[in-house]
Nanobody, 116 residues
Framework: QVQLVESGGGLVQAGGSLRLSCAASGLTFSTYTMGWFRQTPGKEREFAAAITWRGGSTYYADSVKGRFTISRNNLNNTAYLQMNSLAPEDTAVYYC?????????WGQGTQVTVSS
């Protein structure tokens, strides 16, 4: 059974930082592309960042480029999202995603709230 468990969300002031973690189990973590998505009420889930299976390539939405950094540790089956210079518009539920070919798995999400 695949499980993705996010942690690290919370309340932070604008300009602050948070580091999200996604602990994966039940899958061969090192073979999956890992991504972070976010969603606010009434809006579709949107892509934030992704990292390929070996970590050789990273991708970012324009809205987070230069502020967020995605990384992974294939030894402890964990993906991370370092978020700096947070702004109120970054407030959302952040979801971890693991994808390989036609298989895609999601975590339960972690709330990030940025106060102005």
């Amino acid at each position: 059974q695949v499980q993705l468990v996010e942690s690290g969300g919370g309340l932070v002031q604008a300009g602050g930082s948070l580091r999200l973690s996604c602990a994966a189990s039940g899958l061969t973590f090192s073979t999956y592309t890992m991504g972070w998505f976010r969603q606010t009420p009434g809006k579709e889930r949107e892509f934030a960042a992704a990292i390929t299976w070996r970590g050789g390539s990273t991708y970012y939405a324009d809205s987070v480029k230069g502020r967020f950094t995605i990384s992974r540790n294939n030894l402890n089956n964990t993906a991370y999202l370092q978020m700096n210079s947070l702004a109120p518009e970054d407030t959302a539920v952040y979801y971890c995603n693991a994808q390989i070919q036609y298989h895609s798995y999601w975590g339960q999400g972690t709330q990030v709230t940025v106060s102005s």
